[in-house]
């Protein structure tokens, strides 16, 4: 059995700057490129974690894609379902990160997920069908996560879905197939809900609210940095915080990408067929060793940091 991972290919550029950033000037710092996109970052952290993964995309026919294509064959991620494209270029994420190495602003240039569509989905129903975790993300059209949710819909597959940015998450709104888990940060939660006064730490109260908006919607795992994990459990209307261990400012090398470790260390666990809350613990391991990384993805990342 596999993990099939479904979304965003892309190149990845960050620019980090040495000092305070100021605006409308140059500054001084580092920049740094590694291949990324959300589907592609989880499937590098779970092929990390030894957990075999199909990977479901687009790239260009371009200097970048056949990049993206080189390195994920050298990992022995399955490249098959990748669909080369001659009339779009592969994708593109710009990250300007501050002096704590936090994203500041970030442009996406990801018009090629347009071709992740109903049509390509339907040429791959079957291995979808076969797998035991669908992974997908907001970067897809809502027309193609409601597909790939109603065809798993009453099958013992687990689907496990990020919401990716503020705006994007927004998508969910209007999308009523049976996801299991839903991962994303506390800003997005504010987003999806349109309620910025939310307080993370009065998480039986946010609980309360979502049941009836998003019944869809079985688990949601919500990350807030150094404040915690909310764990809210839409069918038994259960609510649990998860508290996580400081890392040291002088520690953090780039937060980029920790997300995308959080959800693999995650889907690792329900793969494995630990617990809800073991695998919350597994995804806050594999965020932290991000963290100290400068790379999207940890080279020191492996099942071994699980004990």
Not at 2 to 10: K, Q, R, T
Not at 137 to 150: C, F, G, R, S, V
Not at 268 to 279: F, R
Request: hydrophobic letters at 40%; a negative charge; proline letters at 2%.
């Amino acid at each position: 059995m596999y993990v099939s991972v479904i979304g965003g290919i892309n190149t990845d550029f960050k620019g980090s700057s040495y000092e305070k950033l100021s605006l409308k000037t140059s500054n001084p710092g580092r920049i740094f490129y590694s291949s990324g996109g959300v589907a592609r970052n989880v499937a590098h952290n779970l092929c990390k974690l030894e957990v075999p993964v199909n990977l479901f995309g687009a790239v260009g026919n371009d200097v970048f894609g056949e990049i993206i294509l080189a390195e994920l064959d050298n990992l022995k991620i399955n490249t098959n379902f990748i669909k080369i494209c001659d009339n779009r270029r592969t994708g593109v994420y710009l990250a300007i990160l501050d002096e704590k190495k936090d994203m500041f602003v970030s442009i996406s240039d990801m018009d090629i997920i347009n071709e992740i569509n109903i049509n390509y989905i339907k040429k791959h129903k079957d291995t979808l069908l076969q797998s035991k975790i669908v992974f997908l993300e907001a970067n897809l059209e809502p027309q193609t996560i409601e597909y790939i949710l109603k065809i798993l819909e009453n099958t013992n597959v687990y689907t496990v879905f990020n919401a990716v940015s503020n705006l994007k998450v927004k998508k969910l709104k209007n999308i009523t197939g049976k996801i299991d888990y839903l991962t994303l940060n506390f800003s997005e939660l504010k987003s999806l809900r349109e309620q910025e006064n939310l307080n993370f730490f009065d998480y039986k109260s946010i609980q309360k609210t979502f049941p009836e908006k998003f019944p869809n919607i079985f688990n949601l795992i919500v990350t807030n940095g150094e404040e915690g994990v909310l764990l809210l459990n839409n069918r038994f209307k259960r609510a649990d915080f998860f508290s996580v261990a400081e890392v040291e400012d002088s520690e953090i090398v780039d937060a980029n990408g920790a997300g995308d470790a959080f959800t693999a260390g995650f889907i690792y666990g329900i793969y494995k067929d630990a617990d809800i809350e073991k695998s919350i613990e597994y995804g806050i391991k594999a965020s932290q060793i991000t963290l100290k990384s400068p790379k999207t993805v940890a080279d020191e990342l492996s099942s071994e940091i699980f004990g």
